[in-house]
């Protein structure tokens, strides 16, 4: 008997923010097949990270620890070309907020994509992923698709590109 994969998500996937010198906040995730490809692309993204001067963000307000690149014995990592990696330009992308208020969901074939609603976006709402959720303190698995959650007092940070909003990248209290 045949099997068919239907997962169609990475079995191993890591995600992590960085600032860069100017003061932009990327998220930045990583996806494979293996956890082992993953730790060593994770190694070659730090070293691209650092190479072009960015600062990991830590999790609830704790101190970014110092960053160095790590090597096997006298080894350099990996050119910085073996990962593609995308920092904004300048003028294309900015960050805006607003007062959050309502927190939804759409649900395509079968798969629910958050939006956050308030402010100018009360009717569409941005999009949120389950990254920034989680680092807002949601639990996306716990989360009912169907049901819409108040995110009164909460704020959310958004990228605009070319004036519109683009994706939430920060969720706050």
């Known amino acids: ?10 079995p191993a996937s890591l ?3 960085a600032h860069t010198p100017k003061g932009w906040r990327l998220q930045i995730t990583l ?3 293996s956890e082992g490809n993953l730790l060593e692309r994770f190694k070659t993204t730090m070293g691209v990270v650092q190479d072009l001067g960015m600062t ?3 999790q609830n307000g704790a101190k970014a620890p110092e960053f160095v690149a790590p090597t096997q014995g006298n080894s350099t990592p990996p050119a910085a ?3 593609p990696l995308a920092v904004p330009a300048e003028s294309e992308e900015v960050m805006d907020s607003f007062s959050a208020e309502t927190l939804v969901a759409n649900v395509n074939e079968g ?3 958050w939006k956050v609603q308030g402010g100018p976006f009360s009717k569409f709402g941005v999009t949120i ?3 920034v959720l989680n680092e807002a303190g949601f639990d996306c698995d716990q989360l009912d698709p169907t049901q819409t959650y108040s995110l009164s007092g909460h704020t959310a940070t958004y990228m605009k590109v070319d004036g519109k909003p683009k994706k939430v ?3 706050t209290k």
């Open 129 to 131: 992923w389950p990254e």
């Open 169 to 171: 990248t920060l969720l």
């Open 81 to 83: 070309t073996a990962v």
């Open 111 to 113: 798969k629910a994509y």
């Open 1 to 10: 008997m045949a099997t068919t994969k239907t997962h169609t998500e990475a």
């Open 56 to 58: 990991p963000q830590p």
């Open 31 to 33: 996806r494979d097949e």
């Open 15 to 17: 995600n992590f923010t």
